[in-house]
């Protein structure tokens, strides 16, 4: 099986930071607005727009424009998609790749 690393990458270096894995950890509950998340960090609006951009970016979060402000949703299919992509690099199969390496 020819796995296509690359598209993962922007995922895994998403939630390599603390403040982007505590949003998902919030957005796990449903939609919310750019200014309810931003009430529970000692950030700036501008930061917080950096850390939705990448999470955005990578497909992790989905963002709808409201007036000024923007909500956020977790993309759950984004979301399994990277789990059952993790669970099948770290499992052991036939076609693993350590396999033809060791042969």
């Excluded at 949003?23 to 950030?43: H, K, P, Q, T, V």
């Amino acid at each position: 099986m020819n796995k296509i690393y690359t598209k993962y990458v922007p995922v895994f270096k998403a939630i390599s930071d603390e403040t982007r894995l505590k949003i998902l950890d919030m957005l796990s509950c449903g939609e919310m607005c750019a200014c309810d998340i931003l009430e529970e960090f000692s950030i700036t609006q501008p930061t917080l727009s950096y850390h939705m951009k990448i999470l955005a970016n990578c497909g992790l979060v989905t963002a709808v424009h409201d007036g000024s402000w923007v909500r956020y949703t977790l993309n759950t299919e984004k979301a399994d998609e990277v789990m059952l992509f993790l669970k099948d690099i770290t499992s052991d199969k036939e076609t693993c790749i350590c396999r033809k390496v060791n042969k």
